[in-house]
């Protein structure tokens, strides 16, 4: 599954890093991005396209516990889970309002 679609390149179009500063929990969030396995989610809420092709991403996440942070679009594609010898990779949910803010995925 990708991570990042043109209709997302599209969309963060509206929603460029620091555009959503003082909105907090009420931030809407562009992507949701989760580990099927176990911890790891990330509440993508802003975006911006690099020079070099790659997309800075800030949000809500949750490794082991809620904190807001910049991280690059090819660190979560290129992250791996290995379980019993088996690699997986970061899935997007697809079920995600995009309406959604922070904190209605965060209750």
């Not at 991570?3 to 890093?17: G, Q, S, V």
């Not at 907090?24 to 989760?34: D, E, Y």
Request: charge should be neutral.
């Amino acid at each position: 599954m990708k991570l990042w679609t043109k209709e997302l390149e599209k969309r963060a179009k509206n929603f460029p890093i620091y555009s959503q500063e003082k909105k907090g929990l009420s931030a809407q969030v562009l992507v949701k991005i989760f580990n099927p396995y176990g911890r790891g989610t990330w509440l993508i809420t802003e975006a911006q396209k690099q020079e070099d092709g790659d997309w800075l991403l800030f949000g809500y996440c949750h490794m082991t516990e809620w904190e807001w942070c910049y991280l690059m679009l090819s660190d979560l594609e290129n992250m791996e889970i290995a379980i019993f010898g088996h690699r997986f990779k970061l899935e997007r949910d697809l079920h995600v309002s995009k309406d959604a803010t922070v904190k209605d995925l965060v209750k």
